[in-house]
């Protein structure tokens, strides 16, 4: 049960891989969101990635596999995990092969751009790392957290001007990804639907064909 989910920023690779990691019962891991949690403590992974995020552009591989090496081969990931985020370069790809790390599956979540442009400028976020949408995931309370109650925000990199970066990231540098696993055959494509629960439905039904 090691899955990677891939797709474009907006895609709703956190959200789908929160609601599969329920029935699995395996940890999610979201480099996007340790990332933010490093910059939150200001440790020395946080000052370094600060500039790369609030850019749009990838944080160093080095900087990110570090992060992902610790937790992979900690005891949590023992029964298996679901990738959200990374890998994000073939140099990242390539350093989880040399982990040892045996993936069964690769999800990519397909939307264009133009619809993550409309999306991303609904979406808001809690530090606790819920993700909600104001049209598409709203919460029961407008601005507040489900879990926790907490005032919902907009992430600093879902500026307009940032989210076309991380576009043009993630077209330049994250999609020939989906070569270099189609090649291995582990690719599998699922269109990212309008409402979450309609893209969950074909997630689980992709992720049943290959008996996940
Ligand atoms: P996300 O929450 O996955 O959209 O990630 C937010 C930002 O964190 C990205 O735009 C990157 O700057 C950085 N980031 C997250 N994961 C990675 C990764 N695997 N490699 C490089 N940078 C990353």
Redesign the pocket.
């Known amino acids: 049960m090691k899955l990677i989910f891939l797709g474009p920023?907006?895609a709703g690779?956190?959200t789908q891989a929160e609601r599969v990691i329920e029935r699995l019962g395996v940890p999610q891991i979201?480099?996007?969101?340790l990332?933010?949690r490093a910059m939150k403590e200001g440790s020395e992974t946080g000052v370094k990635?600060r500039g790369?995020?609030e850019s749009?552009?990838?944080?160093?591989?080095e900087?990110?596999n570090g992060i992902?090496r610790d937790y992979l081969l900690s005891d949590d990931c023992r029964r298996g995990f679901i990738l959200?985020?990374?890998?994000?370069?073939i140099a990242?790809a390539e350093a989880l092969e040399s982990m040892g790390v045996h993936i069964d599956a690769v999800l990519s979540i397909e939307v264009s751009d133009e619809k993550i442009i409309r999306r991303m400028s609904g979406r808001r976020v809690c530090e606790c790392g819920m993700s909600y949408h104001t049209e598409y995931l709203p919460p029961k309370e407008e601005g507040k957290c489900d879990k926790c109650g907490k005032p919902l925000v907009i992430r600093n990199?879902d500026a307009a001007e940032t989210v076309a970066k991380?576009l043009e990231?993630y077209h330049r540098q994250t999609e020939p990804l989906l070569d270099f696993y189609d090649r291995r055959g582990l690719l599998i494509r699922v269109e990212g639907q309008e409402k979450v629960e309609d893209t969950t439905a074909l997630v689980e039904k992709a992720l049943a064909a290959v008996g996940k």
């Open positions: 920023p907006g690779k956190g979201s480099t996007g969101e990332l933010r990635a790369y995020i749009g552009a990838l944080v160093p591989d900087v990110v992902v959200d985020g990374f890998p994000r370069t990242q990199d991380r990231t």
